[in-house]
């Protein structure tokens, strides 16, 4: 069974940066995809972020680019590195991992994906 365990959240001031860490374990397959969503109460949630070693081998939201980077090191932990925050990315932000067929587009459409418990992120003007 996939498990998630998120950590690094916090609050921080507009300007400034968090790394976010998620340590998966349980997953045994050889394609991944992988990263982070976010909500915010009374809004849907937004994909953030995610890594894959198919194609494409990154994506990021819009509105992250150019500030965010995720990465993933070998023992299956996954990162969002956060600079230059704004009040805006303030929300929940969520690990998530796609179960094979592990691809970007499923991923992004969350049809099969395992969860962590969420982190809060706080970024105050």
């Known amino acids: 069974q996939v498990q998630l365990v998120e950590s690094g959240g916090g609050s921080v001031q507009a300007g400034g940066s968090l790394r976010l860490s998620c340590a998966v374990s349980g997953y045994t397959y050889r394609s991944f995809c992988m990263g982070w969503f976010r909500q915010v109460p009374g809004k849907e949630r937004e994909a953030v972020a995610a890594?894959?070693?198919?194609?494409?081998?990154t994506y990021y939201v819009d509105s992250v680019k150019g500030r965010f980077t995720v990465s993933q090191d070998e023992k299956n932990t996954v990162y969002l590195q956060m600079n230059s925050l704004k009040p805006e990315d303030t929300a929940m932000y969520y690990c998530?991992?796609?179960?094979?067929?592990?691809?970007?587009?499923?991923?992004?459409?969350?049809?099969?994906?395992?969860w962590g418990q969420g982190t809060q992120v706080t970024v105050s003007s």
């Open positions: 998530a991992v796609a179960r094979p067929p592990s691809t970007m587009a499923r991923w992004l459409a969350s049809l099969d994906n395992a």
């Open positions: 890594i894959s070693n198919g194609v494409p081998g």
